[in-house]
């Protein structure tokens, strides 16, 4: 498999892990010349031991990114030494990053919030179940954290038109509070009011772009897609 970026992700790039942490890795390859031009499909790759590994082929991670993903778009922005494999194609997708961005996070960073909130208020069945942490708590500390940092990088993004995987030290010392149980509940859901009224009435004024440039990224797909062809070949 042609992997061309890899990287940490998770707690770990958001600068939240703990001793009990576990090593989250994503990246990107490019398919074979028969996946591109043949019968042969192309699929995400994943396996979970020894880590959680998912590979994405590069136009289904270039699509999911686009929509501004939460799980996908930050991958472009971790800290470099987040970063376990970046080749020369992998460099020109990451140089590219800021042609994702646009007001779509909004809509994608409220709308994952939203679900997220309904877990913990039981409305939705549970991603995942976190029944020690429940217990030990009273509700899934996990998935809170989630929640306030979902919304804080989605306002952070939309008021600044800048985005940022890495958290604030200030902010990871409040994900690390609520993940450890040092936050009420209903805290939590107060603070995560008080940030998707801030992320509305930010929106208007956001310096971001209505939508990302989606013709740049097509031609850096289409470029780099060529590379894997017919890698000999000069492209424009």
């Known amino acids: 498999m042609n992997i061309i970026y890899a990287v940490i992700t998770g707690s770990h790039a958001y600068g939240t892990a703990t001793e009990t942490s576990d090593l989250d890795i994503r990246g990107v390859f490019l398919p074979t010349e028969r996946q591109l031009l043949g019968f042969e499909p192309v699929q995400s790759v994943s396996r979970t031991e020894p880590h959680d590994v998912t590979y994405y082929p590069l136009r289904q991670f270039a699509e999911m990114a686009l929509s501004a993903n939460p799980?996908?778009?930050?991958?472009?922005?971790?800290?470099?030494?987040?970063?376990?494999?970046?080749?020369?194609?992998?460099?020109?997708?990451?140089?590219?990053?800021?042609?994702?961005?646009?007001?779509?996070?909004?809509?994608?960073?409220?709308?994952?919030?939203h679900t997220v909130r309904k877990r913990?208020?039981?409305?939705?069945?549970?991603?995942?179940?976190?029944?020690?942490?429940?217990?030990?708590?009273?509700?899934?500390?996990k998935e809170a954290a989630h929640l306030i940092r979902v919304l804080r990088t989605g306002l952070e993004a939309v008021k600044t038109g800048h985005f940022r995987t890495f958290r604030p030290e200030g902010e990871r010392d409040e994900l690390l509070a609520i993940r450890a149980g040092k936050v009420p509940l209903e805290k939590v859901l107060l603070l995560a009011d008080a940030l998707k009224k801030e992320l509305d009435e930010a929106l208007s004024r956001s310096p971001l772009p209505e939508e990302p440039d989606a013709e740049r990224v097509e031609n850096l797909i289409i470029r780099l897609h060529r590379r894997a062809v017919f890698p000999g070949a000069a492209t424009a």
């Open 120 to 141: 913990l208020e039981g409305k939705k069945p549970p991603s995942a179940l976190r029944n020690s942490l429940i217990e030990t708590h009273g509700y899934d500390t």
């Open 71 to 113: 799980n996908i778009l930050e991958l472009l922005f971790v800290e470099r030494e987040h970063i376990l494999r970046m080749d020369p194609l992998g460099e020109e997708l990451r140089k590219a990053r800021e042609a994702f961005l646009s007001r779509r996070i909004y809509r994608s960073y409220r709308g994952f919030a």
